[in-house]
Nanobody, 121 residues
Framework: QVQLAESGGGLVQAGGSLRLSCAASGSFFSINSMAWYRQAPGKQRELVAGITSGDSLNYADSVKGRFIISRDNAKNAVDLQMNSLKPEDTAVYYC???????????????WGQGTQVTVSS
């Protein structure tokens, strides 16, 4: 099983920056990809940014050019640097890891508990 521990949320003014961190622990064969999702009140959870073990990147259009995702494979950790924050970035941010228990196993999803990011105007 994989456990994800997140940190780094908070309150920031528009135009400011925050950095989210997430570290995976537990028993697993591999973590294939890690990502950040967010969910604003009354909205569905959406992908913000993702990164594979081979460093392929994927960003939501709304954050391209402002957010940067990075990963430390040795530490099974992923960070999200958020710059030029906007009030519409306000949401609970969740760390996600897609992992395998065995080499031939079905990929499974693990989720962090979520961290609140609030951007004031």
């Amino acid at each position: 099983q994989v456990q994800l521990a997140e940190s780094g949320g908070g309150l920031v003014q528009a135009g400011g920056s925050l950095r989210l961190s997430c570290a995976a622990s537990g028993s697993f064969f591999s973590i294939n990809s890690m990502a950040w999702y967010r969910q604003a009140p009354g909205k569905q959870r959406e992908l913000v940014a993702g990164i594979t073990s081979g460093d392929s990147l994927n960003y939501a259009d709304s954050v391209k050019g402002r957010f940067i995702i990075s990963r430390d494979n040795a530490k099974n950790a992923v960070d999200l640097q958020m710059n030029s924050l906007k009030p519409e970035d306000t949401a609970v941010y969740y760390c996600n890891a897609r992992w395998r228990r065995l080499p031939w196993g079905t990929p499974l999803d693990a989720w962090g508990q979520g961290t609140q990011v609030t951007v004031s105007s």
